[in-house]
């Protein structure tokens, strides 16, 4: 029997330092694809990877051997031996999986409950699987499409999204608890993507004093710089900056350091003793880690965070419960359509043969009746149909009827013998 499989790990079971291995890019993720697909084991298969999660959602005949898969092929992408993470690895089954990507699209899951981003990013894996890499059928096609629907009604029917913060927000909530307040302060945002725009609209609110901004292109470094009345640096200049600055956010989608050990202790020379905190919300980290050994140099990255977000979650805590119901809803209603399936070869094969022996008999009567006009075999036609249809209704609504019942084998195979089913099937192979 075909089992969905989830293996993966995310913020919870992996540290930052294990889960920056596994940040991978487009091409290694199609080599992910192309993985999944050469395995005999994997018949669907959906790879995601951000920033705080890896994992394939698949489907299997043997659970256990395709986990074995997944995770060797996590190992040779990532280059990290299997000893390593295998710790650090989540592995769902059936309804246990399907509760589990519905979570991760509603934003139960996700280190800040109830950001918006993971739901795009789940959105343009499935996109690629289903369109590029051809990789998904029957099963997945429904259960991600089920995900988005449940997504969309804990979006609409909760206030799960109101009330979230972001990894960026978090980080400004870190900077204020730093300095007892950002009034005056002069902050450094090294990265000009969504994450830093996030981190400046938050830090000018809080009455940031200046906001200097750089990017490995730095037409984007001006124009985010623009955006918030700040001053836009060359990558070149970061070094230098870091004298006047006071807060450093990094957010850059770099595979090695940004900020090293060498040059923060370059500028502390001339910082008089000033303290300086690197707020690192990328990953991989941007920020050496031995930056943190300096003297008066703090670093905070993306794990520090979570300490922000659960003092948060208790007034998110009555619309996560809200969500979890509908979440809930959802996977029963996915669970009575997976077994439905059941019962589709059943239904098939029941009204092939009753089509096959209306053909035969119709045949046999239209050569016997003499010459028939159009109208009048057509007639035929619709009489006969109507009639085999009206015969089979009641078995096949039967069927449909105990498909999310236990004792639904009984019934499959009850009426596979009162019609001969096997037979029939054993007669076409």
């Known amino acids: 029997m075909t089992k969905i499989l989830d293996i993966g790990m995310n913020h919870i079971s992996a540290p930052v330092g294990i889960r920056e291995c596994f940040d991978f890019d487009a091409e290694k993720a199609g080599l992910a694809f192309s993985c999944m697909r050469e395995s005999e084991l994997i018949r669907e298969g959906i790879f995601l990877s951000t920033c705080n999660r890896v994992e394939a959602l698949v489907t299997t005949d043997c659970p256990e051997a395709a986990g074995r898969t997944v995770i060797s092929i996590f190992s040779r992408l990532g280059g990290v031996s299997e000893e390593r993470f295998v710790s650090n690895i989540y592995m769902h089954e059936d309804m246990d999986a399907v509760t589990h990507i519905f979570r991760v699209a509603s934003s139960l899951d996700s280190m800040v409950v109830g950001e918006p981003q993971i739901l795009g990013q789940i959105k343009d894996a499935y996109h690629r699987a289903s369109i590029m890499e051809k990789t998904t059928g029957v099963i997945l096609n429904r259960l991600m499409h089920r995900a988005f629907h449940t997504a969309k009604r804990v979006r609409s029917e909760t206030g799960i999204s109101e009330s979230a913060v972001s990894v960026s927000y978090a980080a400004v909530e870190l900077a204020k608890k730093i300095f007892s307040g950002l009034a005056g302060r002069k902050v450094l945002l090294i990265g000009a993507g969504e994450m830093a725009e996030l981190a400046a609209r938050h830090m000018i609110g809080q009455g940031v004093e200046r906001l200097l901004v750089a990017n490995r292109t730095f037409e984007k470094a ?6 918030f009345k700040g001053s836009p640096i060359l990558f070149d200049e970061i070094g230098h900056s870091m004298i006047e600055s006071d807060i450093v956010i990094t957010s850059t989608g770099s595979r090695g350091y940004v900020v090293t050990h060498d040059m923060v202790k370059r500028s502390l020379r001339e910082r008089r003793n000033r303290p300086l905190f690197f707020i690192d919300i990328a990953v991989p980290r941007d920020v050496e880690p031995s930056v943190n050994d300096l003297s008066n140099t703090y670093v905070y990255d993306i794990d520090d965070l979570m300490n922000i977000v659960e003092e948060n979650s208790a007034q998110r805590k009555d619309e996560a419960v809200k969500a979890e119901r509908i979440v809930q809803e959802e996977v029963i209603r996915f669970e009575r359509w997976l077994k439905t ?27 016997s009746m003499g010459q028939l006009t159009e109208s009048q075999v057509k007639a035929v036609e619709t009489l006969t149909v109507s009639l085999a249809d009206k015969i089979i209704n009641e078995p096949i609504l039967a069927l449909k009827a105990r498909a999310d019942r236990k004792d639904r084998e009984n019934y499959l195979d009850v009426a596979r013998k009162l019609f001969n089913l096997d037979m029939e099937d054993h007669k076409r192979s």
């Open 341 to 367: 399936l059941e019962i589709v070869p059943t239904i098939i094969a029941l009204k092939e043969k009753t089509e096959a022996l209306r053909r035969t008999e119709v045949e046999r009567s239209l050569s």
């Open 222 to 227: 001006v124009q985010l710089a623009d955006s």
